[in-house]
């Protein structure tokens, strides 16, 4: 099923459920699907729903077009500088709408793939680097490209440094250029790299793969991944161990176990 999330005529977002796997398209192709205010809170508005939805198991985003995403709409920004304070109310709200936007990302119980086709540029980049995961086609590009035009992509710095090595990070960041897939693969911001034009269909198949595990254990690992990543090493470790002992106390690990020891497949029932 395929639907518009947003009312307009012409929506910048849609939506298409295949079998539990939540797919949703930016589409702006005529901006390489810059990131306007509006889509920015359409965006916020479809994740917050798909969020509180059981039947959804996985989720891939992606973009229509030529680009993945473009980053931020700066004839919109610019248009704002007319503003009596030189449009600094509206650049401080849209950027920390995007950073909420961003992390209920990090936040959704279920896990999130980014399909990158062509640019993922500034903002772009950083909604790809906060997927749980990212399959790029082979002409994707990567790009945090703010230093060239005065704005340095302090923002898409944060997702960027929590998913790659703070060297290739801070030579995206610090350079401007853009990063081919493979090696966008090579440092570790992509999973997988597939043929031009079938990014979408493979992340697809990926989400199926994950979609097939209980959804209720994928949640708490998700959410136990990135809290841990903050913590020293000994405060990680209780913390998990505290995780792990609630998790066995699961209706799907008691499954999943009695399941391997008696080596049948094992039915989730996501509790």
């Not at 030529?66 to 109310?89: K, N, Q, S, V």
């Not at 898409?156 to 790659?164: D, E, F, Q, T, Y």
Request: include cysteine.
């Amino acid at each position: 099923m395929s639907r518009a999330v947003a009312t307009a005529a012409e929506s910048t977002l849609l939506r298409e459920d295949r079998a539990g796997i939540t797919v949703l398209t930016l589409n702006r192709p005529e901006a390489r699907n810059a990131l306007s205010t509006s889509l920015i809170d359409t965006l916020a508005m479809a994740l917050s729903a798909i969020g509180g939805d059981r039947k959804v198991r996985a989720v891939v985003l992606t973009g229509s077009g030529t680009a993945f995403c473009a980053g931020h709409d700066l004839r919109e920004m610019t248009a704002r500088r007319a503003d009596p304070d030189r449009g600094r109310a509206f650049y401080q709200h849209t950027f920390d709408r995007c950073a909420a936007m961003m992390q209920s990302i990090v936040k959704l119980p279920q896990p999130t793939i980014a399909a990158v086709n062509g640019p993922a540029a500034a903002a772009g980049c950083q909604l790809a680097a906060s997927c749980d995961l990212v399959v790029a086609a082979e002409d994707a590009s990567f790009a945090t490209p703010g230093v060239n035009i005065g704005l340095f992509c302090s923002a898409p710095m944060v997702a960027l440094s929590r998913k790659i090595a703070s060297n290739h990070a801070l030579e995206m960041l610090l350079t401007g250029e853009p990063v081919g897939a493979a090696r966008a693969h090579e440092i570790g911001l992509v999973n997988q790299v597939c043929a031009k034009g079938d990014a979408a269909n493979v992340a697809v198949a990926l989400a199926l793969k994950i979609a097939a595990k209980s959804s209720h254990v994928q949640k708490i690992g998700k959410e136990a991944f990135y809290n841990q990543l903050t913590m020293n090493l000994a405060d990680a470790y209780a913390y998990t161990s505290k995780v792990m002992a609630d998790n066995m106390m699961a209706r799907d690990a008691e499954e999943g176990i009695s399941a391997f020891v008696e080596k049948r497949t094992p039915t989730w029932e996501d509790r």
